[in-house]
């Protein structure tokens, strides 16, 4: 089974700055044929897609955190990351990453918190 880690998670102050990292177990050539999404999940709400990195590293975003998020991928190390810039306490969920579509397992995900 393909597993999923997250990573990079905390409390932030609205404005302040996190990186997220997750790690897949895939090798590397499937890895990097596949697209790759960062969603979140907030208390009492359905989970979203909020970021996805094709296998020729075109990015798109959901329109709550285009010009703050910035997908990336390195294929080597079969890791996707999220920046997060500006950071808002509407952006406090937890985490996770997986394919676009889901093919996987979901991680434990990482929690982001953003209050001052």
């Known amino acids: 089974q393909v597993q999923l880690v997250e990573s990079g998670g905390g409390l932030v102050q609205p404005g302040g700055s996190l990186r997220l990292s997750c790690v897949a177990s895939f090798s590397r050539s499937i890895f990097s044929q596949y697209a790759m999404g960062w969603y979140r999940q907030a208390p009492g709400k359905q989970r979203e897609l909020v970021a996805t990195?094709?296998?020729?590293?075109?990015?798109t975003y959901a329109d709550s955190v285009e010009g703050r998020f910035t997908i990336s991928r390195d294929n080597a190390k079969n890791t996707v990351y999220l920046q997060m810039n500006s950071l808002k306490p509407e952006d406090t969920a937890v985490y996770y990453c997986?394919?676009?579509?889901?093919?996987?397992?979901w991680g434990q995900g990482t929690q982001v918190t953003v209050s001052s």
């Open positions: 990195i094709f296998s020729d590293n075109d990015p």
């Open positions: 997986n394919t676009v579509p889901v093919i996987a397992l």
